[in-house]
């Protein structure tokens, strides 16, 4: 089992930024991947960017240039960030931290982020 807590949401303007932290603990071992999905009521849930351990990337079209996903692992956690610059109104969702560990997708609560003037 692996446990994803997230943090640092919040109400930003437009053009602002925001840093979103995401912490799994637990059976930390077998993960290969870790990312950032989003979703809005009525949508489905979409990708924003993963963080492979590897250490490669990977960034929907809407966030390229704008989003920069990172992460660092220790003995106890793993941690994957999100730094997100130039936000705009269509940012706003609720952001889910995910994790790929031995074939299973675990998902964190989700953490507000809303951009508005």
């Known amino acids: 089992q692996v446990q994803l807590v997230e943090s640092g949401g919040g109400l930003v303007q437009p053009g602002g930024s925001l840093r979103l932290s995401c912490i799994a603990s637990?059976?930390?071992?077998?993960?290969?991947?870790m990312g950032w999905f989003r979703q809005n009521p009525g949508k489905q849930r979409e990708l924003v960017a993963t963080?492979?351990?590897?250490?490669?990337?990977?960034?929907a079209d809407s966030v390229k240039g704008r989003f920069t996903i990172s992460g660092a692992r220790d003995n106890a956690k793993n941690t994957v960030y999100l730094q997100m610059n130039s936000l705009k109104p269509e940012d706003t969702a609720v952001y889910y931290c995910?994790?790929?560990?031995?074939?299973?997708?675990?998902w964190g609560r989700g953490t507000q982020v809303t951009v508005s003037s």
């Open positions: 995910n994790s790929l560990s031995r074939g299973y997708n675990y």
């Open positions: 637990g059976s930390i071992l077998g993960i290969t991947r």
């Open positions: 963080f492979a351990t590897s250490g490669s990337t990977a960034y």
